[in-house]
């Protein structure tokens, strides 16, 4: 079965500190992996996607495969940063790609 | 395009009422999926669907209905609400099933209240 870790609930930072959210997975294949934000009274969207390996509003991931993480990093936080981060996970090896979430982080970024 | 549309936005219900979520996108996705939102619980998948016709249990499917008569609909329903059923529901659809980078795209959420 799949799994995604997010072991912080709330996560505060002042602007212009680093910031990390931890998002660790469990799955025996392999991953399709994913960062999704939920910024107040907006609808969840997606941040970033390991596949892609890309940078999005100065946020990115790796994909560790030997630590089973894919932690979402930003070298300088700003305030509108502050929202709810979900890791999410798919199933590559199947015929459904079910997207599996983390019990996601709420991010606030302190002036 | 207007993207994934759920109505209601908001939702009270008494207990042992039944009621449909609905659900529309316009981008011709395959997989649609409803999940449930819950303090410190996260996103949890009810059910979902890999294409008309075709329907499969999530994580907590008990209490919720669904079927899938057309690409574009997928509508959630509450069979008999219970006051553990008082969430924010999303709705969710992505490109293909074969194709697993592709991105969710989420409905505004319905917000339920069962009293």
């Known amino acids: 079965a799949q799994r995604v870790t997010q072991p912080e609930k709330l996560l505060s930072v002042f602007k212009g500190a680093p910031v990390e959210l931890k998002c660790n997975y469990s799955y025996s294949g392999s991953p399709e992996l994913f960062w999704y934000v939920q910024y107040s009274r907006q609808r969840l969207q997606l941040l970033l996607r390991?596949?892609s390996r890309e940078s999005i509003k100065g946020f990115t991931a790796d994909l560790n495969k030997g630590e089973t993480s894919f932690h979402l990093k930003k070298p300088f936080a700003q305030e509108e940063d502050s929202a709810m981060y979900y890791c999410?996970?798919?199933?590559?090896?199947?015929?459904?790609?079910?997207?599996?979430f983390g019990k996601g982080t709420l991010l606030t970024v302190n002036p | 395009n207007a993207g994934v549309t759920q109505t209601p936005k908001f939702q009270v219900l008494k207990t042992g009422q039944s009621m449909t979520l609905q659900c529309a996108q316009d981008m011709n996705h395959e997989y649609m999926s409803w999940y449930r939102q819950d303090p410190g619980m996260g996103l949890r998948l009810i059910h979902y669907?890999?294409?008309?016709?075709?329907?499969d249990q999530g994580e907590v499917p008990n209490g919720y209905n669904v079927s899938r008569s057309t690409t574009e609909d997928f509508p959630l329903r509450l069979l008999s609400a219970a006051p553990s059923q008082t969430s924010v529901y999303f709705c969710?659809?992505?490109?293909?099933?074969?194709?697993?980078?592709?991105?969710?795209?989420f409905g505004n959420g319905t917000r339920l209240t069962v009293t």
């Open positions: 969710a659809s992505r490109a293909g099933h074969f194709t697993p980078h592709s991105p969710l795209h």
């Open positions: 669907s890999v294409g008309a016709g075709i329907t």
């Open positions: 390991h596949i």
């Open positions: 999410a996970l798919s199933d590559s090896g199947g015929s459904n790609y079910k997207l599996t």
